[in-house]
C-alpha cells in the first residue's frame, strides 16, 4: 500500500514525511483491516512530527504513519470478529485500544488507562491506503455522514465534545472558547447543546469569521498576545481554551469567574493560580467510545458541522505547513 511515512521526527520545511511503499496490515484476531477514505490532519500530528513529543515518548516508533481521525471500509475481518462485516463503513480514534481491565476502563474512562494505545503514535495510523484497527475501537458511520468530510469528529468531534461535558455548562451560563481551529470551531457548537451562551476568542479574522458561521454567540478578536482581554476578566461561568498559546493559558485563568471552570485542553502552565477565586481547573483529552458514540449519533442529527478542506494524502506535508502557519480554517482531511 501506499502511506506517507515519518522515519525521523524533523520540521515540517524539511518534508519529513516520504510517500511510498509499505507493507499492508494482516488482521489478526479481534482485528479489522479498514480501506482509508479520509483521514483529518491533525495539530497534534505536526507535534510528533516535528519531534516535540519525543521527551514523552511520541512517536513511540519509527517508522510510523501518522494519523488518528480515520473514517473508511472495512475490507477484511480478522478471526472471531463477528460484530462487523466486510463492506461497512466505520470510523476510529485516537483510542486504538485499552487494557480493558483497570479501573478506567471498568468505570468508562478506558481513554485515561495506562496501557492505552494511540491511533498514529503508538501504533500506525491513517496517512494510509489501508489501516489496522481493534475491532471493540471502531464505530458504524450513520447512512447520512459522509465519510469524505467527516474524519474529524473522531478527534475534534469527541475532543471538543467531552470537554463541553467537563466544562459545568448550562442555561443562563456564559463560556469562552479560545482557539477556534480545528477542535475550537466544534467546541462552539457542543457547547451550544448544553444551553450556554457560547463566546469565541481568536486572534485570527478568518478563524472569527468561522466563529459566526458555525453560531457563536459573540466573538472577541484578540491581540496575538492576548493582552486587550481586560474587559472580559472574571466574566466567564467557564472557559475551554483549545489554543496552544501560554498567554492565552493566562488569558483564560483571568476571565472564569469565581468558582468558575477552566477546560484546558492543550499543553501549558497555570503560571498566576487564583486560589482566592476557587477555579476548577480540568484537563480534557479526547473521549470514551461512549462520548464517540453519542458525537456520532449528534452529527447524524445535524447538530454538528465540520469547516473541512479536502487534499490528497500525498500533500500531507504541504498540509502540515499551512497548518503549522495558521492557514487552515477548520480542518484538512487527506484523501486517498
Known amino acids: 500500500m501506499k502511506a506517507m511515512v515519518l522515519h525521523k521526527p524533523a520540521p515540517v520545511e524539511t518534508v519529513p514525511l516520504k510517500y511510498e511503499d509499505y507493507p499492508t496490515p494482516r488482521p489478526g484476531r479481534g482485528e479489522v483491516l479498514i480501506k482509508v477514505i479520509s483521514c483529518g490532519v491533525c495539530h497534534s500530528n505536526l507535534h510528533m512530527i516535528e519531534g516535540d513529543w519525543v521527551r514523552m515518548g511520541v512517536p513511540a516508533k519509527l517508522p510510523i504513519i501518522p494519523g488518528h481521525e480515520i473514517i473508511g471500509k472495512i475490507t477484511e475481518l480478522g478471526e472471531g470478529v463477528e460484530s462487523f462485516r466486510e463492506g461497512e463503513i466505520v470510523g476510529a480514534q485516537p483510542l486504538w485500544s485499552a487494557c480493558g481491565h483497570c479501573d478506567y476502563c471498568i468505570t468508562g474512562n478506558e481513554h485515561l488507562c495506562n496501557s492505552v494505545q494511540i491511533t498514529g503514535e503508538t501504533v500506525d495510523g491513517g496517512y494510509a491506503e489501508y489501516f489496522l484497527a481493534k475491532a471493540d475501537y471502531i464505530y458504524r458511520i450513520p447512512e447520512n455522514v459522509d465519510p469524505e468530510i467527516n474524519s474529524p469528529l473522531f478527534c475534534p468531534g469527541v475532543t471538543a465534545y467531552r470537554a463541553s461535558k467537563l466544562a459545568n455548562l448550562g ?53 496575538r498576545d492576548y493582552s486587550n482581554l481586560s474587559e472580559h476578566f472574571g466574566k466567564g461561568d467557564s472557559v475551554i481554551i483549545f489554543s496552544p498559546n501560554q498567554k492565552a493559558i493566562d488569558a483564560a485563568v483571568n476571565i472564569v469567574k469565581k468558582q468558575g471552570t477552566l477546560v484546558v485542553g492543550v499543553f501549558g502552565n497555570i503560571n498566576d493560580f487564583r486560589f482566592t477565586k476557587e477555579i476548577n481547573v480540568r484537563g480534557s483529552v479526547i473521549g470514551p467510545r461512549k462520548d464517540m458514540k453519542e458525537v456520532l449519533e449528534l452529527a447524524s442529527k445535524g447538530l454538528i458541522r465540520l469547516k473541512v478542506t479536502k487534499y490528497k494524502l500525498q500533500e500531507a506535508n504541504e498540509v502540515l505547513r499551512k497548518l503549522k502557519d495558521g492557514e487552515i480554517i477548520g480542518r484538512a482531511v487527506l484523501l486517498p
Request: charged share 20%.
Open 171 to 223: 442555561p443562563n451560563k456564559k463560556v469562552y472558547v479560545i482557539g477556534i481551529g480545528g477542535v475550537g470551531h466544534v467546541a462552539l457548537q457542543t457547547s451550544k447543546l448544553f444551553g450556554s451562551e457560547v463566546i469565541a476568542v481568536s486572534t485570527s479574522e478568518a478563524h472569527a469569521k468561522l466563529a459566526e458561521e458555525m453560531g457563536a454567540d459573540g466573538v472577541v478578536m484578540a491581540k
